[in-house]
Nanobody, 123 residues
Framework: QVQLVESGGGLVQAGGSLRLSCAASGQIYGMGWFHQAPGKEREFVAA????????YYADSVKGRFTISREKAKNTGYLQMSSLKPEDTAVYYC???????????????????WGQGTQVTVSS
């Protein structure tokens, strides 16, 4: 049974920083982070190819968020800086654990999802 365990959410003032972690089991080919604000669709935030470390970002977070992974620990991270109130959402990590074609920004290309962690940015 594959499990994803997220941690690191919380309340922060605008301009502040948070780091989210996602510990996974099993063979990972890619990891992504998505967020969902109340009343809105789930949106892609960032993703990383597990083997080579290639990174992908939504335009809204480029230059502010950094995705990384620690292969030895099977853990991914999302460092969020210069946070804005509009970043407030539940953040989910997800893993692609099926070899083959992977679209980093497409939620349908992920096999497993974390439980979600709330990030709230106050103005």
């Amino acid at each position: 049974q594959v499990q994803l365990v997220e941690s690191g959410g919380g309340l922060v003032q605008a301009g502040g920083s948070l780091r989210l972690s996602c510990a996974a089991s099993g063979q990972i080919y890619g990891m992504g982070w998505f967020h969902q604000a109340p009343g809105k669709e789930r949106e892609f935030v960032a993703a990383i190819g597990w083997s080579r470390g290639s990174t992908y970002y939504a335009d809204s977070v480029k230059g502010r968020f950094t995705i990384s992974r620690e292969k030895a620990k099977n853990t991914g991270y999302l460092q969020m800086s210069s946070l804005k109130p509009e970043d407030t959402a539940v953040y989910y990590c997800a893993t692609d654990q099926t070899p083959g074609i992977w679209d980093p920004s497409n939620g349908r290309h992920y096999d497993y999802w974390g439980q979600g962690t709330q990030v709230t940015v106050s103005s």
